[in-house]
């Protein structure tokens, strides 16, 4: 019987693709939702572009015949580059080191899947490596050892193809769009696997009270798709509204403007006003814990994140009223910031005042001060930037409150129940500065210490 190019292939991925679900039901909708296509030009062996899964033939039988379990664990780990969208997050990026950190990501999950139809042998290179990602976060994600490995020093170019060798799956060259149309192709592809992504964080629950497997797949996603760690968006929930000068099409009635056109000829019964509301963050309150737990650089990094926020058109006014306050266990040093331009300058010669004890009470006593002194038109909050071990005050104040936790917040010392809180990792805060440039600059981000 004859073959035609591309039927064996198709036939081999299929028969793997059954036997992945038959053993992981819960990621039954990723496993059917990549076409399958013969390429000769993947000449690394399986791709995606998030669309199809293609591979090269040859190559294919060849691992097949050689160990099933591998092109299992191969077919796996381009399903999970999409169900945690790498794809899509490759932009701004070293290239060779996002590579690396995708695989790693990957690969440390698919050793956490204890499947007999994913067993693979042991690789000491890449056991060390993933030991040393599991000491520097509390969860291994492609954003966090990205991370790492930029701030690994000493990291030569033969210790990148190390690595890359190490961990080399796939092809990620299809990860890269050659054209307008693809690019915009691309960006559909993305919200669909965000969807994917849930839905399939929805069925491992399940899953997993049938099967007790896979608790590393949902940690992942818990981390890739929580909403509480976009520092951007929880940021603008300080923005008070205000009235600003720029057109408002949405309040403009085009019935009565054709109307007047068509009874006066050129005189339009009304026009576009001229003025919208918009939320802009004027008034706020930046507390930075200086005790002996904080790390300058840390602190620094975090500022330079909240100022390229609030550099953002949707959410600034040039001319703020923004206290950064100093306190260890009394208030350190009170700046006080007037303009964005200016927050950048006191970034540049931030230096980190204080060393003591943690006591956060100070610095809310320091605030209705202030308030009562009329120096604020519209307090909207106080954002507390902190390791979180330190004596929280008991009374509610009038304005908002979120305490900002680099790392996971301390059981031992919870924050009241009126408080926002907000955990954040480096990749975190990495993620919302990584597309303004002037914060190369302001950010060393090899420089900073492991949490």
């Not at 690789?123 to 790492?148: D, N, Q, S």
């Not at 992942?220 to 008070?240: G, H, I, K, T």
């Not at 900002?404 to 990749?427: N, Q, S, T």
């Amino acid at each position: 019987m004859a073959y035609e190019k591309g039927q064996i292939g198709n036939e081999i991925l299929r028969a793997v693709r059954n036997e992945l679900y038959m053993n992981l039901p819960y990621l039954d909708v990723p496993l059917c939702s990549l076409g399958i296509r013969e390429d000769a030009g993947a000449t690394l062996g399986m791709a995606t572009d998030g669309m199809e899964l293609v591979y090269n033939e040859r190559w294919l039988k060849d691992r097949y015949l050689r160990s099933r379990r591998w092109v299992n664990r191969g077919y796996l780990h381009v399903i999970l580059h999409c169900i945690l969208r790498h794809i899509w997050k490759a932009r701004g990026k070293d290239p060779v080191l996002w590579d690396i950190a995708c695989d790693a990501a990957v690969e440390a999950l698919l050793a956490e899947l204890d499947y007999d139809c994913l067993a693979a042998g042991r690789y000491p290179l890449r056991e060390k490596f993933l030991r040393e990602c599991a000491g520097a976060m509390r969860v291994i994600t492609a954003e966090g050892v990205y991370l790492h490995l930029l701030r690994k020093k000493g990291l030569t170019e033969e210790d990148k193809k190390s690595l890359w060798k190490t961990f080399h799956v796939d092809d990620h060259d299809y990860w890269t769009p050659r054209s307008r149309k693809q690019e915009q192709e691309r960006q559909e592809q993305d919200e669909r696997w965000e969807k994917i992504s849930r839905q399939t964080q929805q069925n491992q629950g399940r899953g997993m009270t049938e099967s007790g497997n896979g608790n590393a797949v949902i940690e992942q996603l818990n981390v890739e798709l929580r909403e509480n760690v976009d520092y951007r968006s929880f940021l603008r929930r300080f923005a008070a509204p205000k009235e600003v000068m720029k057109a408002d099409p949405d309040s403009f009635d085009y019935i009565f403007y054709t109307y007047g056109l068509q009874l006066y000829g050129n005189m339009p019964l009304v026009e576009p006003r001229e003025t919208r509301e918009e939320k802009r963050i004027e008034d706020l309150i930046i507390a930075v814990d200086t005790s002996m737990s904080t790390n300058g650089d840390l602190v620094k990094a975090f500022l330079s994140c909240t100022y390229s926020i609030l550099h953002s058109t949707e959410t600034y006014t040039r001319k703020v009223n923004i206290h950064i306050i100093q306190c260890d266990n009394r208030v350190e040093a009170d700046d006080a910031i007037h303009d964005l331009d200016d927050l950048k300058e006191y970034m540049s010669h931030f230096t980190l005042k204080g060393g003591h004890g943690t006591d956060f009470r100070p610095v809310f006593e320091y605030a209705d001060e202030m308030v009562r002194r009329g120096e604020f038109r519209n307090l909207r909050g106080l954002i507390y930037f902190t390791d979180g071990m330190g004596h929280y005050p008991k009374k509610r104040p009038a304005y908002e409150t979120a305490f900002v936790y680099l790392g996971k917040a301390p059981e031992l010392f919870p924050a009241p129940p009126w408080a926002i809180r907000l955990e954040l990792d480096l990749p975190d805060l990495y993620r919302a500065a990584e597309d303004d440039e002037e914060l190369e600059d302001l950010i060393q981000w090899e420089d900073l210490p492991d949490m």
